[in-house]
């Protein structure tokens, strides 16, 4: 990967049910924003929302995409994902297959 701009990523994203999720992983493959993403099943989630301790079954998204793009993912999010405060979170990733990256920049190149 030559290109020093390009900063790799993974995005968890929490869904409320398997629908949504799939929805959401089409979506967010379908326009680019992700090379690839994971639907890891049936997570429990334990949160605070409104004061309250909340517990949820969720599935977990894992979108393997770059920093350039988590702008965007976001802005989907905010229209696609049936959440109030859709949980998105992008974690550096510092180092992996040279093939995997270049495939991965290539996919999620922006416009």
């Known amino acids: 990967m030559n290109d020093s ?8 994203i929490t869904a409320p049910d398997e629908a949504t999720a799939t929805r959401l992983a089409d979506r967010l493959v379908e326009q680019g924003l992700a090379a690839w993403v994971n639907i890891v099943t049936t997570v429990t989630s334990v949160y605070r929302w409104q004061g309250r301790i909340e517990r ?6 894992i ?8 702008a965007a993912i976001n802005a ?3 229209e696609a994902h ?4 859709p949980e998105c979170i ?3 990733i510092t180092d992996g297959s040279p093939a995997y990256l270049d495939w991965l920049a290539a996919e999620t ?3």
């Open 82 to 85: 049936p959440d109030d405060v």
């Open 5 to 12: 701009a390009f900063t790799p990523c993974v995005v968890y």
């Open 63 to 70: 979108a393997k995409t770059q920093h350039a793009r988590v």
């Open 90 to 92: 992008a974690v550096d």
């Open 109 to 111: 190149r922006p416009a």
């Open 56 to 61: 949820d079954n969720e599935q977990l998204l």
């Open 76 to 78: 989907c999010l905010a």
